[in-house]
């Protein structure tokens, strides 16, 4: 979930009906754990933050090569360094600052370019396919007050996409100019170890297993098999908190210092991750952190949600669902934006219908936003092809009514989250396109279906 201006027009509407009364029976875990799977980069972080905020950050990054192709040259996202006013239109009063002093490459000082969000570090030995090498870079970075994403506000800090992030490879490097709309970097898998070195006392939360919510000035969290890392520094004072375990995954929950939302966040988030662990498949995840600071994102194993009663639920459950169809199934968010937007809609309106007991609840949001705009004739383009109000409109709205008319007609809810578990199965830490989807589909519903697919997928 992206925008706030367009979530706040919409979700009003939706869920004003629904009462949050009914929980679902806890389902019984498979704890089997996830096949192996080829880590593109492991990363070293290690954060120092001063009294004023500012951040110095020395990012070491072990990167494989797993291409067919000989690289002389390894390209990541460095997205704070396009969160500027000269780089993207739109931040001229959020701007954050980076100031990188030291590149290396295997402890050598390594030429490199940066332009918009892409980050080029000339390599001082080709790098074969399967072989490794290792980039470090030290930078300070100051971050947008009140920004989107990445972002401080008040004595809180929100660091998204704040390291540099490895790149796809596929017929060279593949990063998009940052395009605020969506998500338009695209990464794999990853091992990351952090180390941050705090100036007082805060709350932290990251895309690592935190364990027991309690302050701290320093410490180290590390995980593995996660697309990109997230990490929250919050003050104490501003921030009531909360855990809840499930079967085998811990929900921290942290609400604004004497708001109503704290039990009704914990609860929901427990009934939602469990129902969709049941329908969908098993989430290995064994934490999930839930950051209510209206910034209305996904994250792995971290989600920023509403700070109100309205939409709390539609917020929630949406973001919670990108933790199937986002971390664990992968695609580019930048040209496919679909693969986990429009199937996380879906996913959420199918949860939110039945919680209501009305087969057409959970889908308000999505007709919102298919009559909010005249949506695009095809789903899978690229962010910059898109004007905003038709991303929602086709992402957000067209696409789930359109799978939401085909299950109607072909075996119902039951059916449709039969194939999201096949689909969840089948793809699991891969990085998938519409062209997987369309073969997949094809072969899962026997019979010519192209017709339909080609209705709204190049």
């Keep these: 979930m992206k925008n706030k201006i367009w979530i706040l027009m919409l979700t ?24 192996e799977v080829m880590m593109d980069a492991s990363y070293q972080l290690d ?7 500012y951040f110095q950050i020395t990012a070491s990054i072990n990167v494989k090569n797993t291409s067919v192709e000989t690289w002389n040259e390894v390209g990541f996202y460095l997205v704070p360094n396009a969160m500027s006013a000269e780089e993207t239109e739109g931040y001229e009063d959020e701007a954050a600052s980076v100031d990188i002093s030291v590149v290396t490459n295997e402890g050598q000082a390594a030429s490199y370019e940066l332009d918009n969000n892409t980050l080029m570090i000339a390599l001082d030995e080709a790098l074969e396919p399967g072989d490794s090498s290792e980039v470090s870079l030290v930078y300070t970075l100051q971050l947008p007050e009140n920004g989107m994403r990445l972002s401080q506000v008040n004595d809180n800090y929100y660091l998204a996409h704040w390291y540099p992030m490895l790149a796809s490879f596929e017929d060279g490097w593949q990063i998009h100019d940052y395009d605020p709309k969506g998500e338009s970097y695209a990464t794999g898998y990853g091992e990351y170890i952090v180390r941050y070195d705090l100036p007082k006392e805060y709350l932290v939360a990251t ?4 364990g027991p919510i309690k302050t701290s000035s320093s410490g180290t969290v590390q995980g593995d098999m996660i697309k990109d890392f997230y990490m929250a520094v919050m003050d104490p004072n501003e921030w009531d908190v909360k855990s809840r375990k499930v079967d085998d995954t811990t929900f921290r929950v942290f609400a ?31 934490e999930l952190d839930i950051i209510a600071n209206d910034g209305y994102m996904e994250y792995p194993n971290v989600i920023e949600v509403a700070t109100d009663e309205a939409n709390l639920a ?17 695609n580019d968010p930048f040209n496919e934006a679909w693969l986990d937007e429009s199937l996380t809609e879906f996913a959420m309106a199918l949860f939110l219908s039945e919680y209501a007991g009305d087969d057409e609840i959970g889908f308000y949001g999505a007709t919102a936003y298919a009559d909010s705009h005249a949506a695009k004739t095809h789903a899978n383009l690229p962010l910059n092809e898109f004007e905003e109000s038709a991303y929602y409109a086709t992402v957000y709205g067209e696409v789930p009514m359109i799978l939401k008319a085909f299950f109607d007609n072909n075996g119902g809810t039951e059916t449709a989250f039969e194939f999201l578990t096949a689909y969840y199965e089948e793809f699991q830490y891969q990085q998938v396109n519409t062209e997987d989807f369309k073969v997949f589909f094809e072969d899962y519903f026997k019979g010519d279906q192209q017709e339909f697919l080609d209705s709204w997928l190049h």
């Design 256 to 286: 604004p210092a004497g708001s109503d939302i704290l039990d009704d966040t914990a609860g929901f988030a427990a009934d939602a991750y469990s129902y969709f662990e049941e329908m969908i498949g098993d989430n290995p995840s064994k």
């Design 47 to 53: 954060v120092l933050m001063d009294e004023t905020g």
């Design 12 to 35: 009003l509407v939706v869920f004003m009906s629904i009462a949050l009364i009914w929980t679902f029976n806890e389902p019984e875990i498979d704890t089997e754990e996830a096949s």
């Design 314 to 330: 539609y917020i929630l459950v949406h973001e919670i669902a990108h933790q199937w169809f986002y971390l664990m199934v992968g």
């Design 207 to 210: 895309s690592a297993q935190d």
